[in-house]
């Protein structure tokens, strides 16, 4: 993987900024414009679902574009024991969940060629649900 462009964000503080132009603004100053305001509702819901103070939720890269691949993970978090996180944002309580499959099926694949200890999650806000694909690639939530 090469190395970000952009800085990485700390997810907590992002989470605490309510709105999306304060939002916008912080991602900004990191260099980030990509990811879209409905992307970045219901963070603070996200981080309900993950132990409190996850060291990598400090180091997230938001919006991480990777173009010899055309391909763009919403949030990317990767640990200093080389383990990937890989959140991928919804809006659409309605979301279909064979294309979210479809979806953490792709990444595993991409980000399973850096390393073998990938985490792959989608969170969609409107149903405020959260989705892991598991080593047998079955979705759960």
């Given at each position: 993987m090469r190395k970000?462009?952009?800085q990485a964000a700390n997810l907590y503080q992002l989470a605490q900024l309510h709105d999306?132009?304060?939002q916008r603004a912080y991602l900004k100053q990191l260099g980030n414009t990509t990811?879209?305001?409905q992307e970045l509702t219901g963070l603070s819901r996200l981080l309900t679902y993950?132990?409190?103070n996850m060291a990598a939720f400090k180091q997230v890269y938001v919006?991480?574009?990777v173009p010899q691949i055309s391909?763009?993970?919403d949030l990317l978090l990767v640990s200093s024991d080389r383990r990937i996180i890989n959140i991928e944002l919804k809006?659409?309580?309605d979301y279909p969940e064979d294309k979210v499959r479809k979806q953490l099926v792709s990444n595993h694949y991409y980000l399973s060629q850096v390393t073998p200890d990938v985490e792959l999650y989608t969170y969609n806000s409107d149903a405020n649900r959260l989705y892991t694909l598991?080593?047998?690639g079955d979705l759960v939530h």
């Amino acid at each position: 993987m090469r190395k970000p462009i952009v800085q990485a964000a700390n997810l907590y503080q992002l989470a605490q900024l309510h709105d999306h132009v304060a939002q916008r603004a912080y991602l900004k100053q990191l260099g980030n414009t990509t990811i879209r305001d409905q992307e970045l509702t219901g963070l603070s819901r996200l981080l309900t679902y993950f132990p409190d103070n996850m060291a990598a939720f400090k180091q997230v890269y938001v919006g991480y574009d990777v173009p010899q691949i055309s391909k763009e993970f919403d949030l990317l978090l990767v640990s200093s024991d080389r383990r990937i996180i890989n959140i991928e944002l919804k809006s659409d309580a309605d979301y279909p969940e064979d294309k979210v499959r479809k979806q953490l099926v792709s990444n595993h694949y991409y980000l399973s060629q850096v390393t073998p200890d990938v985490e792959l999650y989608t969170y969609n806000s409107d149903a405020n649900r959260l989705y892991t694909l598991t080593p047998t690639g079955d979705l759960v939530h």
